[in-house]
């Protein structure tokens, strides 16, 4: 089952920087076990650009939609068993520590 891993940062950080996980050992280790499809850094809050069409017109603005202090900055696309599996693929993630991690499964359409 596919599950998009939203990376996020987080108000209130682990502050013991010895137990966070190293991020280039966790890519690796879930690479090389095929449970990370695809992953990415996104660029800042402020370099995004929100886009919705209402009555018909087109309205682009700068920055996020959302006011908040948590931020998306990354993303992975995880192939897991099941929800358990995933949740411990985000468990070992750096960003469990420091930020938070939202996981949401795919839905096939054609179902």
Same mark, same amino acid.
């Given at each position: ?20 996980? +190293? &991020? ?7 690479? /090389? ?10 660029g800042s809050a402020a370099a995004a650009t929100t886009v919705r069409v209402r009555g018909g017109e087109l309205l682009v603005s700068d920055g996020p939609f959302a006011e908040t202090k948590e931020v998306?900055?990354?993303? +992975? &696309? ?7 599996? /995933? ?25």
């Open positions: 089952m596919k599950y998009m891993m939203f990376v996020c940062t987080d108000t209130e950080p682990e502050t013991d920087e010895a137990r966070i996980p +190293d &991020i280039h050992g966790w890519v690796a280790e879930n690479d /090389a076990a095929g449970r990370r499809v695809q992953g990415s850094v996104l998306i900055v990354g993303f +992975d &696309i995880l192939e897991c068993a099941d929800l358990d599996e /995933a949740i411990e693929v985000a468990r070992a993630h750096p960003m469990a520590w420091t930020g938070r991690i939202e996981l949401r499964p795919f839905v096939d359409l054609d179902d």
